[in-house]
């Protein structure tokens, strides 16, 4: 395997993490992956990372149900067995809508919030039994991790990084 | 300081004697005599039936009381139930000017109460983010106490100048011969109508009047104890609020209708007047920072507004479907009546409204990034507010004109006339003190307010 060596800068504070996100995006390295406890407002902003399409997957997802829903209860009250149940008007489904909303509600919630969820698992690649991927235990805790991709001049780089108030800063290849 | 644009102060001034001229035109024409609604009818049979139409099953239960009376006279034939007929389509004639001006006064009315409500709740909830927009909200609450004094007198003149055009509980004729109306005599009667009405419009403007002077002494003093005395005062309106709003919709729309109750009614026209006020606000908000005259208002404000007006459209929905849904699964005949006239008669109206509120606003304010963009909020400010406009038309009309509605020169000149008067009150209200809260404990966050 290609080895990929990559600089690990530790930090105590949020706030310090944000300036050192900002003056390595100025002085145009790239950021692997920052490795945070806690979630830091304006970080994916700092980062330059790309809005999450989450919300249109989930209106989609939404969608979804609601079509299920209608197709279900047209097919069973209405086309399959249209019993008068208690009076009430199985002659088409617009008549009887009243009656499936309810249902019609719930099925498009359980769709975009479940599957939804299931899409965020995904593209996270989280699942039980999956190996935890983490620099250093610490970054669970108290201290944020990031990391910065190594092309050329490591020792400009470690300067650079240690001089935006890491508090410990070590070369690592990631490729073991 | 706002200064009231010479432009916008003539246009308001435009729209009501535009809406006072239609008003008073439509009152002059609206009394027909016997003969006329004969030919009328005549004229309606001939034109849109092709004629041999039974006049006396054109009757319809939008005045209950009539219509049963109606019924009574039909066994015995002839004469008799077509003259009954004519007269009740001659009451729904003239009650339509009454039912439009008191639709087009209520509707306004609404709007500033349910800005009221609002900026109480922003008061009690020391919300972070609305500061900056309190003058606005104080601007527009003026509209409370004219407003609804101005509907409090038509729906009284209603029924002591006009010949009981909106309330049939208060013609005593009509209590006569309805045991119903009899039994809820207690509570619907002119005089406890008058009474309630006066207690809850002062209620409400007490409130209003020492929330604004709080809020002005609050600009100029040294510590916070205006601001306690407002978050008070907004605790204590609020629970007085919720009482009072309940029962004013009971007196001034459900009894309309005296035959008819629903439960959960007055929180139905609360969701109504709620998300109009707040769309209201929006919108005067978009206007003025437009104008210059708002800048510390960013779009993260204008964000929140947008999803509140999309909340509250949607528990609009909620409460406007429960009701409905409720009533046409049992379809108990002494409740779903009111919803049998609506389908039938104002098929469009009632359909179309939940589209406007509740389709429209879903798909339109969706998504976050139009919510940001003030043309979009605009826009659908409209279509929500023209919504809420028919939400009040459906509650009134059916049981006044029946079906005889149409939205003309009465309804029209109507909403000028009150539509003027809002827009002159609030504009003047607005000029009346900085636009900005000066030394809120909040209106630091509500500068920096970042969404």
């Known amino acids: 395997m290609e080895s990929l060596k990559v600089i690990q800068a530790m930090y105590t504070d949020d706030d310090v993490l944000m300036n050192a996100v900002k003056k390595v995006k100025a002085e145009k390295h790239h950021i692997e992956e920052i490795y945070t406890p806690f979630p830091v407002h304006g970080l994916d902003k700092a980062m330059g990372l790309a809005p999450t399409r989450i919300a249109i997957a989930a209106f989609m997802y939404g969608c979804v149900g609601l079509t299920v829903a209608i197709l279900m209860m047209n097919f069973i009250m209405i086309e399959d067995w249209p019993q008068n149940i208690g009076g009430k008007p199985s002659f088409s489904y617009l008549e009887n809508m009243p009656a499936f909303v309810p249902i019609m509600f719930e099925l498009t919630v359980f769709f975009a919030a479940h599957l939804m969820v299931i899409t965020f698992y995904l593209r996270s690649r989280m699942w039980p039994f999956k190996e935890a991927e983490n620099p250093d235990p610490r970054t669970t805790d108290d201290h944020f991790c990031m990391q910065v991709a190594v092309s050329g001049n490591e020792g400009e780089l470690k300067e650079l990084l240690e001089g935006t108030g890491a508090v410990e800063v070590k070369l690592v290849d990631l490729a073991h | ?451």
């Not at chain 2, 609050?218 to 629970?239: C, E, G, H, M, P």
Request: with cysteine; aromatic share 16%; hydrophobic share 50%.
């Open chain 2, 1 to 451: 300081m706002y200064t009231f644009s010479k432009k916008l102060k003539t246009f308001s001034l435009a729209l009501m004697v535009i809406g006072l001229v239609g008003v008073i035109y439509s009152f002059s024409s609206s009394h027909k005599s016997f003969e006329q609604v004969e030919e009328i009818l005549a004229h309606e049979a001939d034109g849109h039936h092709g004629g041999g139409h039974d006049v006396a099953t054109v009757e319809d239960a939008s005045h209950d009381a009539h219509a049963t009376d109606a019924h009574g006279a039909a066994d015995a034939h002839g004469g008799d139930a077509h003259k009954k007929h004519v007269e009740h389509v001659q009451h729904q004639i003239a009650n339509r000017p009454w039912s439009a001006l008191y639709v087009a006064a209520f509707f306004f009315m609404m709007i500033a109460l349910g800005v009221l409500a609002f900026y109480a709740i922003q008061f009690a909830a020391q919300a972070g983010w609305s500061p900056v927009l309190y003058r606005v909200m104080e601007g527009i609450t003026a509209y409370v106490l004219p407003g609804a004094v101005i509907v409090l007198l038509i729906a009284i003149a209603s029924g002591t100048i006009g010949h009981y055009n909106i309330f049939i509980w208060m013609d005593p004729d009509v209590v006569a011969h309805d045991k119903l109306i009899q039994g809820k005599a207690g509570w619907l009667n002119l005089v406890g109508f008058a009474v309630r009405g006066l207690i809850f419009i002062a209620g409400w403007s007490l409130y209003r009047h020492f929330a604004r002077k709080f809020s002005i002494a609050q600009d100029n003093a040294d510590d916070n104890r205006y601001f306690k005395k407002s978050f008070r005062i907004s605790a204590a309106f609020l629970v007085f609020y919720i009482y009072t709003e309940s029962m004013m919709s009971w007196d001034w729309i459900m009894s309309v209708d005296p035959h008819w109750f629903s439960t959960l009614f007055g929180w139905y026209v609360f969701a109504s007047m709620f998300v109009s006020g707040i769309t209201v606000i929006a919108l005067i908000t978009i206007y003025l920072k437009s104008k210059g005259y708002l800048e510390i208002v960013n779009d993260s404000h204008i964000h929140d507004l947008a999803k509140f007006m999309f909340g509250i459209s949607v528990f609009w929905t909620y409460l406007w479907f429960s009701q409905f849904m409720l009533i046409w699964y049992s379809n108990i005949p002494e409740e779903v009546t009111y919803f049998v006239t609506r389908i039938e008669d104002y098929n469009l109206p009632f359909f179309g409204m939940v589209v406007m509120n509740f389709l429209f606003p879903l798909l339109l304010l969706m998504n976050s990034d139009y919510k940001r963009i003030p043309w979009f909020v605009v826009m659908a400010g409209i279509v929500i507010l023209c919504g809420h406009y028919l939400d009040v038309f459906n509650m009134i009309m059916p049981a006044t004109v029946g079906d005889r509605w149409f939205i003309g020169v009465p309804e029209i000149s109507s909403i000028l006339l009150f539509g003027g008067l809002f827009t002159y009150v609030v504009f003047t209200a607005l000029t009346k003190a900085p636009l900005v809260v000066n030394r809120n404990p909040f209106i630091k966050e509500s500068e920096q307010y970042h969404y």
